[in-house]
């Protein structure tokens, strides 16, 4: 009767011993965090916010994409917890058409939208129906006529708002050709068009400096700040509060005005 007993007691330990271990890895497995990013400058800003984290206990996995369409996509099968790549109008437009349940976690920063070109090196030089390049998905298509508009090249229906398209252009005086191109393709067909209008982070990553290169660039007062997007119901969780708190630290703030000398700017 004693060994069985015994043997029972042993048996319940192991157990016992295997569910705590089971609950140590789904403990362990909570504190990491994945997120989705394109390369420049996202991937490397959270970088920075990794050391952040790990002082918190978290581990950040970073998970690089190269386009703007993926990342939501992964984001909403639940292949990342959150990702870091646009702004509030892009997802909005982009899970509408989707019907995905996402949702900004907050802002971080502002990459200003520049024109760029290689063959002139003044607005003045843009001559009767030169070639411009633009973003071809809704919402940087937009946010770039909004920029030639604001710049005196051309004008716009104004009930057309954050959704102008090139069927609202009411004036254009030089008759700019539009070609509209996927975003990160831009930087590569600078030589082919006139001028191109290109996403800070293309053009940060292709070798551009927005201040420094771009013929006309974004004021600070850009509504197109750039997010941490989640699931629905996720912003306000202990792993993406504790994400958003790193991406908004000092050292983060102080990383993003010195490499990227106004190229990126921190709203925080």
Same mark, same amino acid.
């Given at each position: 009767? =004693?060994?069985?007993?015994? /043997?029972?007691?042993? *048996?319940?330990?192991? !157990?016992?011993?295997?569910? %705590?271990? $089971?609950?140590?890895?789904?403990?362990?497995?909570?504190?990491?965090?994945?997120?989705?990013?394109?390369?420049?400058?996202?991937?490397?800003?959270?970088?920075?916010?990794?050391?952040?984290?790990?002082?918190?206990?978290?581990?950040?996995?970073?998970?690089?994409?190269?386009?703007?369409?993926?990342?939501?996509?992964?984001?909403?099968?639940?292949?990342?917890?959150?990702?870091?790549?646009?702004?509030?109008?892009?997802?909005?437009?982009?899970?509408?058409?989707?019907?995905?349940?996402?949702?900004?976690?907050?802002?971080?920063?502002?990459?200003?939208?520049?024109?760029?070109?290689?063959?002139? =090196?003044?607005?003045?030089? /843009?001559?009767?129906? *030169?070639?411009?390049? !633009?973003?071809?998905?809704? %919402?940087? $298509?937009?946010?770039?006529?909004?920029?030639?508009?604001?710049?005196?090249?051309?004008?716009?229906?104004?009930?057309?708002?954050?959704?102008?398209?090139?069927?609202?252009?009411?004036?254009?005086?030089?008759?700019?050709?539009?070609?509209?191109?996927?975003?990160?393709?831009?930087?590569?067909?600078?030589?082919?068009?006139?001028?191109?209008?290109?996403?800070?982070?293309?053009?940060?990553?292709?070798?551009?400096?927005?201040?420094?290169?771009?013929?006309?660039?974004?004021?600070?007062?850009?509504?197109?700040?750039?997010?941490?997007?989640?699931?629905?119901?996720?912003?306000?969780?202990?792993?993406?509060?504790?994400?958003?708190?790193?991406?908004? *630290?000092?050292?983060?703030?102080?990383?993003?005005?010195?490499?990227?000398?106004?190229?990126?700017?921190?709203?925080?």
């Amino acid at each position: 009767m =004693k060994k069985i007993i015994s /043997l029972v007691a042993v *048996s319940i330990l192991f !157990i016992v011993g295997l569910t %705590s271990c $089971g609950e140590k890895k789904v403990e362990e497995k909570s504190q990491e965090i994945k997120v989705g990013a394109t390369p420049v400058p996202h991937s490397e800003i959270l970088e920075i916010a990794k050391e952040e984290l790990a002082e918190k206990g978290y581990s950040l996995e970073v998970v690089e994409f190269t386009d703007y369409v993926t990342p939501n996509l992964a984001l909403s099968d639940g292949e990342i917890d959150a990702n870091f790549f646009q702004h509030i109008p892009y997802l909005e437009e982009f899970a509408k058409e989707r019907n995905l349940d996402l949702v900004s976690a907050g802002g971080v920063h502002v990459e200003p939208m520049g024109l760029y070109s290689e063959k002139i =090196k003044d607005l003045a030089d /843009l001559k009767d129906g *030169s070639v411009i390049a !633009i973003p071809n998905d809704p %919402s940087n $298509g937009a946010r770039a006529l909004i920029l030639l508009q604001t710049n005196g090249l051309i004008k716009l229906d104004p009930s057309a708002g954050l959704k102008a398209t090139e069927y609202d252009i009411t004036e254009n005086s030089k008759n700019f050709k539009f070609e509209a191109l996927e975003a990160a393709q831009l930087p590569r067909v600078l030589s082919d068009v006139d001028a191109a209008v290109i996403n800070g982070n293309y053009a940060i990553e292709s070798g551009l400096n927005p201040v420094e290169d771009a013929l006309l660039i974004e004021g600070a007062e850009s509504p197109y700040v750039n997010i941490v997007a989640v699931k629905t119901g996720e912003e306000k969780s202990e792993k993406i509060t504790a994400l958003m708190t790193a991406l908004k *630290s000092e050292k983060v703030k102080a990383f993003i005005e010195d490499k990227y000398q106004g190229g990126v700017v921190p709203i925080f």
